[in-house]
C-alpha cells in the first residue's frame, strides 16, 4: 500500500530551491512509508536542506488549498506513483514527480500509439503545409499526436489532428492557470473539447521560463514512440526534443525536403539531424508508412 501522495509532493515542489531530483529520491527510498512533517524535515535535513518545520507546515497548508482549486477546475492530478502515471515517463532519468492534466488523458498511456510532431515557431509556408499534412496522415492511420502547443509547426500539429477527429496532447512549459502563447487559449480549449488534454508537470500558477520550454521536451518525446522535426534551425528549441529522443532511445524521423530547400538555413537544424542523429528521411508519405507506421 502506498503511502506517500500527491499532497506530500506538491507541499515538496512547494518548497523554494527543492527540485525534481530530490523529491523523485524521496519518492524512491520512502514511497511505502507513511511520513509526518516531522519525518519530511528530517529526511530534507539529512539531505542539506534546512527548511524549518514552520516552513514545511505553511507549504502542506498551502497546498491543500492548490489541490481544492485544482479539483475545482477539473485538473487531474497523477503522481509519479500513481496507476495512471505513463510507464513511458517513469523510463526517463528525470521524471516529473507529478502530472497535471486538464481533459481526456487516456489515449498517452502507451506511447506506442503516440507520434510527437514538432517544429519551428516560425516556419517557412511550406513547413507549415507539411506539419499539417504530415500530421493530418498520422491521425488517419490512427496515432495520436503530441505537440507543445506553441506557435508555428506545433499549432499546426494541433489543428491538422482536431481536423481529422484525433486526440491530441500538448505538453506546457508553465502551470495549467495560464495558455502560452495566448494567441492559442482557442485552440487549447478546442484540444480539450474534443477529447484531448493540456499536460503540465508546474504548480498551476507557476510562468514560462527559459529552462521550462527545454524540461517539457523531454516528455514530449518521452510520451512517443517516435518524433517527427518538420522544420528547425540548428539553433531552435525542437533541437532539445530530438536530444532528449535519442537519449531515450526513441525513432527520429525529419523532413527532408528538396535539395534547394535543404539549403536555406531555416532548415539547418534538419540538416544537423538527417546526419548526425541517424534520422529517417521523409521525403513522402510512403516513408512515413515504410519507416513510421510499420
Request: aromatic share 8%; net charge positive; glycine share 6%.
Amino acid at each position: 500500500m502506498r503511502l506517500i501522495n500527491y499532497l506530500d509532493i506538491i507541499s515538496l515542489l512547494s518548497l523554494e530551491g527543492l527540485g525534481r531530483k530530490t523529491i523523485n529520491n524521496i519518492l524512491k527510498l520512502y514511497g511505502d512509508k507513511s511520513l509526518s512533517i516531522k519525518d519530511i524535515y528530517e529526511i530534507l535535513k539529512d539531505k542539506k536542506f534546512f527548511f524549518s518545520l514552520e516552513d514545511i507546515n505553511n507549504a502542506y497548508e498551502k497546498s491543500k488549498y492548490t489541490i481544492e482549486d485544482l479539483k475545482k477546475s477539473k485538473i487531474h492530478i497523477i503522481d509519479y506513483l500513481s496507476k495512471g502515471y505513463p510507464n513511458s515517463l517513469k523510463k526517463i532519468v528525470d521524471p516529473p514527480p507529478v502530472l497535471f492534466i486538464k481533459g481526456n488523458y487516456d489515449f498517452i498511456q502507451d506511447e506506442k500509439d503516440c507520434i510527437a510532431v514538432i517544429g519551428t515557431r516560425e516556419p517557412t509556408n511550406l513547413g507549415k503545409k507539411t506539419a499539417y499534412n504530415v500530421t493530418r496522415y498520422l491521425v488517419k492511420n490512427k496515432i495520436f499526436i503530441i505537440s507543445g502547443l506553441a506557435l508555428g509547426c506545433d499549432t499546426q500539429a494541433h489543428l491538422a489532428c482536431l481536423k481529422e477527429k484525433g486526440k491530441t496532447a500538448a505538453i506546457l512549459a508553465h502551470g495549467l492557470n495560464m495558455i502560452y502563447p495566448k494567441e492559442n487559449e482557442r485552440l487549447a480549449l478546442d484540444i480539450i473539447y474534443k477529447g484531448g488534454c493540456l499536460i503540465s508537470e508546474y504548480l498551476p500558477e507557476e510562468r514560462p521560463k527559459g529552462y521550462t520550454f527545454i524540461e517539457r521536451d523531454r516528455i514530449q518525446s518521452a510520451l512517443s514512440r517516435a518524433v517527427i522535426a518538420i522544420e528547425t534551425e540548428e539553433s531552435g528549441g525542437t533541437m532539445h526534443t530530438v536530444r532528449f529522443a535519442k537519449k531515450q532511445n526513441k525513432l527520429i524521423a525529419c523532413i527532408e525536403y528538396g535539395p534547394n530547400q535543404m539549403k536555406d538555413n531555416k532548415l539547418s537544424g534538419n540538416r544537423i539531424i538527417l546526419n548526425d542523429f541517424n534520422a529517417i528521411a521523409i521525403r513522402n508519405y510512403k516513408d512515413i508508412d515504410d519507416y513510421i507506421l510499420i
